[in-house]
């Protein structure tokens, strides 16, 4: 889990310093896009927030060390994996929204 956090946190650092976007809207001032900003970033989060896709596999008391070893590093991949596909979603999600509510990137 912090796993994912930590991954969703740099993605979107590395995002958002790769750019400087600027959100602008004909009509609205700089509170309204705050307000707006903040629905969402709160609906990105929500609508992308980490769902539990892969299963850890129980403890199989036949295998060795060795083959724990893999099990746990298969497990550890696809939550990275996980990790940063949210990490992108969660950014379309919010360009899409501001989109949607009539702000031009510039």
């Known amino acids: 889990m912090f796993l994912r956090f930590l ?8 995002m958002g310093c790769a750019g400087g ?7 609205y001032s700089d509170a309204q896009f705050r ?3 903040r629905h969402c970033s709160n ?3 929500q609508l992308s927030a980490p769902q539990t896709n892969y299963q850890p596999s129980p403890f199989d008391p ?20 996980s990790a940063i596909g949210t990490a992108f979603q969660s950014t379309s999600i919010y360009r ?4 949607s509510l009539g702000y031009k990137r510039q």
């Open 43 to 45: 609906l990105s989060n």
């Open 21 to 27: 976007t600027k959100w602008v809207h004909a009509n």
């Open 62 to 81: 036949r295998l060795t060390p060795l083959e724990l070893a893999a099990q746990s590093s298969y497990n550890s991949g696809a939550q990275l994996g």
């Open 35 to 37: 307000i707006d900003e």
């Open 96 to 99: 899409d929204c501001l989109y």
């Open 7 to 14: 991954c969703i946190t740099f993605a979107t650092f590395c």
